[in-house]
């Protein structure tokens, strides 16, 4: 896949990683659908773990290409809001606590003196999943995005509960049940946060709301 230059680079290939997604969830949903009671329970279960799957996946993949897009533009962090610069240090911080003044009076300077400096690589470490993408989790990926995080709020026990509770539990083998009536809502709920988030980056992309006021 081509790196994302332009916003519609952007757009395209998170568009194109939704599609297939949904496509693949609408498909298992048709399945249940068609179903007889014994094959039911089992394809609903395997409907929660295809469904986290495809949440978790589609943010992390639109995450680093929406940081992709940025990196690949080489502005200055002066020029960027303030979380890119934030960004770059944020994994640094973490093993300060073990370091001594002069250590820490260094990486000071580094953060005050780096405003020329040009965001062109975003560390991994922000963009993590960690395997179980929970509303915490999520909010502190749209942070580093810069994304409004709220938005997600309302569904705040339906990702942590419906999809990452059940989906751990069927993974550990748990006998979790799955009611028939929710053959069309998960799958519609799961394929609505992902299109959530992903327009939001893309309405971020397009509007230039990464630069600085």
């Not at 997604?21 to 295809?50: C, F, G, M, P, Y």
């Not at 940081?67 to 979380?83: E, G, N, P």
């Not at 915490?136 to 938005?151: F, P």
């Not at 550990?172 to 988030?197: N, Y």
Request: glycine share 4%.
């Amino acid at each position: 896949m081509t790196k994302p230059y332009t916003e519609d680079d952007l757009a395209s290939q998170l568009s194109q990683d939704v599609a297939w997604r949904v496509r693949e969830i609408s498909d298992l949903k048709a399945a249940v659908h068609r179903a007889d009671a014994t094959a039911k329970n089992s394809l609903l279960r395997a409907l929660v773990t295809i469904c986290y799957a495809h949440w978790e996946g589609h943010v992390k993949f639109s995450a680093q290409k929406f940081m992709q897009h940025i990196t690949l533009r080489k502005f200055q962090f002066s020029a960027l809001d303030r979380q890119f610069l934030k960004n770059h240090f944020l994994p640094r911080l973490g093993s300060l606590a073990q370091k001594g003044i002069f250590d820490r009076s260094e990486l000071i300077d580094l953060i005050l003196d780096s405003g020329n400096d040009r965001f062109s690589k975003i560390n991994d470490d922000l963009i993590n999943t960690r395997s179980n993408l929970n509303y915490e989790v999520l909010l502190e990926l749209c942070h580093v995005c810069g994304i409004n995080g709220s938005l997600f709020e309302e569904k705040s026990t339906f990702i942590d509960v419906v999809l990452l509770k059940r989906r751990n539990s069927i993974a550990h083998g748990e006998d979790t049940l799955v009611g028939v009536e929710e053959i069309d809502s998960l799958p519609d709920d799961t394929i609505g946060l992902m299109r959530t988030f992903s327009n939001e980056l893309q309405t971020k992309a397009y509007l230039k709301g990464y630069m600085a006021a």
